[in-house]
């Protein structure tokens, strides 16, 4: 026995012993249909597991996905499993696997790195910071009634599992078009919600799947699942006003169904003033996805900004050292330009605080508010604001 530890790459015959230090760490059971499924996409070159005495004993995996910015897309490092077990918590393995990971996607040339994160005081210090916020609601029948009316032609239909590959991608898609923070949801997970494996229920029943359609196009969809009386909407996307009235008529008039719960909506959703009383819906907010800059100079010049106009920002990093410097940031409708400097900051911020800003979910006068950057003028916040605002709030509703 030794209490020497690395940390590498697995091979394809490691993967059950790695998925299952993951399940154990979470405290779930396996699903040997969806690791089967898991394993035919698995990228074994971008995993990290913590190797103790020929056992795995922690680890984590990054998947290549397409991200939405402002006015833009960007290939991000999608993280998941990340986990260490019970008894070899404590030692720093963590640390040493974020640096490793974030150093090996750095080397790869990626600028982002995103994740779901089940505990949120963790990443914070590994440089990830809140990238998008969502809503929970619950809304008891009496009280859905729509104070708007919509010329409604056309149809619900529901669809069968063996279509949904073909159908709801695309739909997907133009739903989400331009709205920071939306991964685009990769071919693995459109056969995991084909396959609606048992273990993906919670005890609710089978995924329903509905479509709306005005003569030959598809405007927009629904999933849910239902559960003692109530409704569960798992996911509503929808192209116009008529199709999304449409929706969710039909999910919150369900014959059967008292109370209706729904998940993951954006923060500027038009439900709730859809709503004759929209006092009545109970909205809690949550956060989404964990965003990280890997590049900080090239992810600033990616994204387009709603005010053309000059910024510096000291960025403090010490976890990726190559982003721990000024930067000089020019906005402009054709190009941004955005290069190391020497002249005196108007913004010192975090890495994580950072990641917050960068889509838009957090303003930089809320972190002022909290004592979280240091400014040079308060003009210049009130122009960082105006720089980062964007027409869409951030929404993530591609859980992975």
């Known amino acids: ?113 995103a994740l779901w994160a089940e505990e949120s005081p963790i990443y914070g210090r590994f440089g990830y910071g809140i990238g998008s916020l969502h809503e929970n609601w619950i809304i008891h029948r009496q009280n859905n009634a729509f104070n708007t009316r919509i010329n409604d032609n056309g149809i619900v239909e529901y669809i069968d599992q063996t279509k949904i590959e073909e159908l709801l991608p695309k739909i997907y898609k133009n739903a989400t078009t331009d709205v920071p923070a939306v991964i685009q949801r990769p071919e693995m997970y459109w056969k995991v919600i084909s396959e609606d494996f048992e273990s993906k229920r919670n005890n609710e029943s089978k995924m329903q799947h509905v479509i709306y359609r005005l003569d030959k196009d598809i405007k927009g969809y629904a999933s849910y699942r239902t559960v003692s009386e109530g409704i569960s909407i798992h996911e509503l996307m929808a192209t116009d006003l008529n199709s999304t009235v449409g929706l969710w008529r039909f999910c919150l008039d369900m014959d059967l169904r008292l109370q209706a719960q729904i998940y993951r909506r954006p923060l500027d959703d038009i439900l709730p003033m859809l709503l004759i009383d929209p006092g009545k819906l109970s909205r809690t907010i949550k956060e989404g996805l964990w965003l990280r800059l890997l590049n900080v100079q090239k992810a600033l010049e990616l994204r387009k900004y709603s005010l053309e106009t000059r910024l510096v ?20 409708d054709n190009e941004n330009l955005c290069t190391p400097s020497s002249l005196k900051p108007d913004i010192c911020i975090s890495a994580s605080d950072l990641a917050s800003v960068y889509l838009g979910t957090i303003k930089f006068s809320t972190l002022l508010k909290c004592g979280r950057i240091q400014i040079e003028t308060d003009t210049a916040v009130l122009k960082a604001d105006m720089m980062f605002s964007y027409k869409h709030a951030p929404w993530s509703p591609f859980y992975f």
């Not at 020497?4 to 405290?27: H, L, M, N, V, W």
């Not at 963590?94 to 790195?113: I, V």
């Not at 920002?313 to 402009?332: G, M, P, R, Y």
Request: proline share 2%; net charge neutral.
């Open 313 to 332: 920002l000291k960025v403090i990093d010490s976890f990726c050292d190559w982003n721990n410097q000024t930067f000089e940031l020019h906005a402009s």
């Open 1 to 113: 026995m030794t209490n020497q530890y690395e940390i590498r790459p697995i091979s394809d015959k490691e993967f059950g012993k790695f998925s299952e230090t993951s399940a154990r760490a979470f405290g779930f059971d396996q699903d040997a249909g969806y690791l089967s499924l898991k394993k035919s996409y698995f990228d074994f070159d971008r995993t990290l597991a913590v190797i103790h005495n020929n056992g795995i004993v922690g680890g984590c995996v990054s998947s290549k996905y397409l991200l939405n910015i402002p006015g833009n897309q960007a290939n991000v490092a999608a993280i998941s499993d990340v986990s260490v077990l019970p008894n070899h918590r404590r030692k720093g393995l963590l640390t040493k696997m974020m640096r490793s990971q974030l150093l090996d996607l750095h080397d790869r040339g990626e600028l982002f790195a």
